[in-house]
């Protein structure tokens, strides 16, 4: 039961052009989204969010996208920076509780 | 300072065995949680506790129990371990069960079940 969705299991982006990750979901209750970022034998660490009265939030090089009606969200790297090379999970929970739900991930390389 | 720590980093065991990761948080948050993540890369939840409550389960076998002491630690208890428990498992903790707000995840624990 996959509610949340990463169809692109990795991604190979040139150093300062744009990634954009994508992500989609089932669950029509699922109210805030959350971008983390993995690096190898380290945990998940959050990267940017969005709230479902949004469609766009910003933070730096980092812009997540919400199209509520297509139940779909995108995160966009602008520009991808070698670093930013990891596994990028997105995640999506309801309204009033915090059971998160993770996609499988997109493992992301940024060649220089 | 690291905000949410496992420990052991990598476990290795036998079969049958009974075993405990310890998780601690030092960010005062009222939630925390453990994950697994699977041989596929799927995290998923086990357990969260809020306010020292079980408050989910999802499915998991009995096998698993989680073990709050206080509000900064959620210890994860494994019984009679099987070879399908090979994974990782993360913690994390948030400010609250019901905000708008991320969680915070330890480094991970690998299990090996031999």
């Known amino acids: 039961d996959q509610q949340v969705k990463q169809n692109s299991p990795s991604l190979s982006v040139q150093e300062g052009r744009i990634s954009i990750l994508n992500c989609d979901y089932t669950?029509?209750?699922?109210?805030?989204f959350l971008w983390y970022k993995k690096y190898p034998a380290e945990g998940p660490t959050f990267l940017i969010s969005?709230?479902?009265?949004?469609d766009k939030n910003e933070d730096g090089r980092f812009t997540v996208f919400l199209n509520k009606s297509a139940k779909h969200l995108s995160l966009h790297i602008v520009p991808s920076q070698p670093g930013d090379s990891a596994v990028y999970f997105c995640?999506?929970?309801?309204?009033?509780?915090?059971?998160?739900?993770f996609g499988a991930g997109t493992r992301l390389t940024v060649k220089p | 300072d690291t905000a949410v720590s496992q420990t052991p980093k990598y476990l290795v065991t036998q079969m049958g065995n009974d075993k405990s990761i310890k998780c601690e948080q030092n960010l005062g948050h009222d939630t925390m949680y453990w994950y697994k993540q699977d041989s596929k890369k799927f995290l998923k939840i086990m357990f969260s506790y809020n306010n020292k409550e079980l408050i989910i389960n999802e499915t998991v076998p009995n096998r698993f129990s989680p073990k709050s002491p206080d509000k900064a630690h959620l210890n994860l208890h494994i019984n009679s371990l099987e070879l399908g428990d090979s994974a990782v498992y993360f913690c994390a903790s948030s400010q609250d069960l019901q905000g708008y707000n991320e969680q915070f995840f330890g480094p991970g624990t690998r299990l090996t079940v031999l």
């Open positions: 995640a999506a929970r309801p309204l009033g509780n915090n059971d998160m739900r």
């Open positions: 669950n029509s209750m699922f109210d805030y």
């Open positions: 969005i709230s479902s009265i949004k």
